[in-house]
């Protein structure tokens, strides 16, 4: 059998904001998305630069097992994680049969529910403790402005994780002039609603902490000028979305 091999971007020891507990953070590259507020738009791309094996990678990683303690383990992000969904599947299986929490950081890009893509997906749910899932935004046409993308098969995602019941976060930034809008996070809101395993619910601020990566890839940043939201823009959103409601699943 051919050795799978992924490709990624960097490793982070150490994150208390991706996953329950404290979690160490694999970024794989390639990303479908080229959202206007990326943060890591040095993880796009397929460079085809670091290569590794599961193996490899969890051997890294399991060097951090000791910050994890009760809750915490192994996020995978990017990039979109799901892009490599081969190397993804052998590596959380690794990662379980080692006991290790796995949880993946997707905005949901590459879900399809073509037989061969389909097929791969459920057998990735069997090694996966919980998704953290991007919602970028629930109008279709706002979400092609905003990603490049139709949102579409992401909420066909979300919908087929929820048959599933398999737990996910839903994390959901709110951008001035793009999201910070009451009508379309009540809209956002009914279609939480609408699911059953949904165990958080995060507003993520807009911030211009990665414009600096623009500047070294010589990429214009498409997002100047944009503050980012107060207080009670913040605090309005995580009403609308009833954040404190969902409080479950490793608190």
Request: net charge neutral; aromatic share 12%.
């Amino acid at each position: 059998m051919e050795q799978v091999l992924g490709y990624y971007q960097s490793i982070e020891s150490f994150a208390l904001v991706d996953g329950p507990g404290v979690r160490s953070v694999l970024f794989l590259q390639g990303c479908p998305f080229r959202c206007l507020y990326c943060h890591n738009p040095d993880t796009w791309t397929f460079s085809k630069s670091n290569p590794i094996t599961p193996e490899e990678a969890l051997k890294k990683m399991i060097r951090f097992k000791p910050y994890w303690k009760n809750h915490g383990g192994i996020t995978i992000s990017g990039g979109e994680p799901l892009s490599q969904i081969d190397f993804l599947i052998e590596f959380a299986k690794l990662c379980k049969r080692n006991n290790i929490s796995v949880a993946i950081d997707t905005s949901g890009g590459p879900f399809s529910k073509n037989e061969a893509f389909l097929n791969k997906f459920d057998e990735l749910l069997k090694y996966v403790d919980l998704f953290l899932l991007d919602l970028k935004c629930i109008d279709e046409d706002l979400h092609i402005k905003i990603t490049g993308h139709s949102n579409k098969n992401v909420l066909e995602m979300f919908k087929y994780l929820d048959e599933r019941n398999i737990p996910i976060w839903i994390r959901h930034v709110l951008v001035p002039t793009l999201t910070d809008n009451d009508e379309l996070l009540k809209r956002t809101s009914d279609f939480i609603s609408s699911l059953h395993n949904v165990k958080r619910v995060e507003i993520l601020p807009y911030h211009t902490l990665g414009v600096f990566k623009y500047e070294k890839l010589g990429i214009n940043y498409p997002l100047k000028g944009v503050d980012t939201p107060n207080d009670e823009c913040i605090e309005n959103a995580k009403k609308i979305l009833k954040v404190d409601t969902y409080n479950g699943y490793l608190n």
